[in-house]
């Protein structure tokens, strides 16, 4: 056997490995004898048909199955010997593979695209700047909390004209230059808060619509917002970004809500063990609870402007080609290259992050461990045992053990402790820009930078 590599790019190449008789005879005698031992064929005795006979049978069967198994086996070693940091997986190269004989050939040649992880320096430091946004939580924001506390308890009724506030359902049709509905064009049941149309002359299109009425209108420039056109439509953000169409929109139901009144049974409801008595009391736990949230908000997009800035600071270059190809090789039947095309920039963040949290991880020696995931589930449930004895504490092990069973909750705690403990290294070890600002401000800000 013989393997080669040769580098096509800055950060690709191509490995060629050679296949020879002497690679595979024996391991193909060897399973072909087993069948002979075990062959039970009219006109001869149990495990004397002669090897020929096998050989015709199965032997090109088996010969594909073992030069498989030896390109497999070779290729992973070839990349692991020669410590090769490879992005993705390698892909059979189509234009100098060629079509194989087993039946004929004796010896093989294959060849497989690889794509090579960059090298790249990346300096923790207060050099890198990056904005921590401080929501201000006043009473503008309680009232609004407030408001949606009263709508979300309030009396939902279905009038037959749309009104303010009002939430409309229905079936959305993209329409062609001509104002015709285009055929194969996006078509999607949805409902549309009427709140959410920023533009007015768009809004005042939908009061006063009744069941079976039409709008006709442009979704991005009535929202202003391509997440709530994205929403709306069941496209993605990306997608609803560059949609420029206007669509028809058919009112099947329509739903209003009364809010609810602001008293002991309002209060009971939304926190029924707060005994909470007057509005006062209400405010001030909405205030506490906005904090609480914001803050959680903040430190969200705190990680996201330093995965950005980092992204940006490392400079990484990846081989986009390659990582183009071997993603529709990956996801066959599942993306299309249009599709990928226009989704690929964020294909491309999301692999620079990996690669540049890879290295984080390994340069300040930041790891999960088991013993951590018990603890952080154990730390959860030891404030809701009303007593501490040795039931108590078999109790708490057989919770902990359950829940290390189930592999999807151990990831969801995994990537929270691995998050927590990045979020510490990067609040401790980069200069952080606090900035005062208010909640309209930041979902205004985030939605942009997102």
Request: aromatic share 8%.
């Amino acid at each position: 056997m013989n393997i080669t590599k040769k580098d096509t790019g800055e950060l690709t190449a191509t490995v060629k490995i050679e296949i020879n008789e002497d690679d595979y005879r024996n391991p193909v005698n060897k399973t072909l004898r087993d069948y002979q031992r075990k062959a039970n064929m009219p006109g001869f005795r149990p495990g004397k048909v002669p090897f020929g006979v096998i050989n015709k049978m199965y032997g090109k069967g088996v010969l594909a199955e073992e030069v498989n198994k030896i390109l497999s086996d070779s290729l992973a070693k070839y990349i692991t010997d020669n410590k090769i940091d490879i992005l993705g997986n390698p892909l059979p190269n189509t234009e100098k593979n060629q079509k194989i004989d087993f039946e004929h050939q004796t010896e093989f040649e294959f060849y497989f695209d690889i794509g090579i992880s960059p090298k790249f320096d990346l300096n923790l430091s207060d050099e890198i700047k990056i904005d921590y946004y401080k929501i201000k939580v006043d009473d503008t924001v309680v009232d609004k909390y407030l408001i949606d506390l009263c709508k979300r308890h309030g009396k939902v009724t279905n009038p037959d004209k749309a009104g303010e506030g009002d939430v409309v359902y229905g079936e959305i049709l993209q329409l062609d230059d001509s104002g015709n509905i285009l055929e194969k064009g996006i078509n999607n049941k949805t409902s549309i808060g009427l709140d959410y149309i920023k533009l007015k002359t768009v809004k005042n299109k939908f009061i006063g619509l009744t069941k079976g009425d039409k709008a006709v209108f442009n979704p991005l420039k009535a929202t202003k917002s391509a997440i709530d056109t994205s929403t709306m439509l069941g496209i993605s953000k990306e997608e609803a970004e560059k949609l420029d169409d206007d669509f028809q929109f058919t009112v099947e139901e329509i739903s209003s809500v009364t809010p609810a009144a602001i008293n002991k049974e309002l209060f009971d409801k939304v926190y029924p063990h707060n005994n909470i008595n007057d509005e006062k009391q209400l405010r001030e736990k909405i205030k506490n609870d906005a904090i609480v949230s914001f803050a959680t908000e903040s430190e969200r997009q705190f990680m996201n402007n330093t995965i950005k800035k980092l992204i940006e600071v490392s400079e990484i270059k990846i081989p986009d080609e390659f990582m183009k190809k071997w993603l529709l090789e990956s996801n066959k039947d599942k993306i299309t290259k249009e599709q990928l095309d226009t989704q690929y920039d964020n294909y491309s963040e999301t692999f620079k992050w990996q690669l540049i949290e890879n290295k984080i991880l390994t340069d300040n020696k930041i790891e999960v461990k088991e013993e951590d995931i018990k603890n952080h589930i154990r730390e959860y449930f030891i404030h809701q045992m009303p007593e501490k004895n040795k039931e108590a504490e078999e109790r708490l092990n057989e919770i902990v053990n359950s829940i290390m069973q189930n592999k999807e909750e151990v990831k969801k705690i995994y990537d929270r402790l691995l998050e927590n403990r990045l979020m510490y290294l990067f609040k401790t070890t980069l200069k952080l820009n606090d900035k005062n600002i208010s909640y309209e401000e930041f979902v205004k800000l985030a939605t942009k930078k997102n």
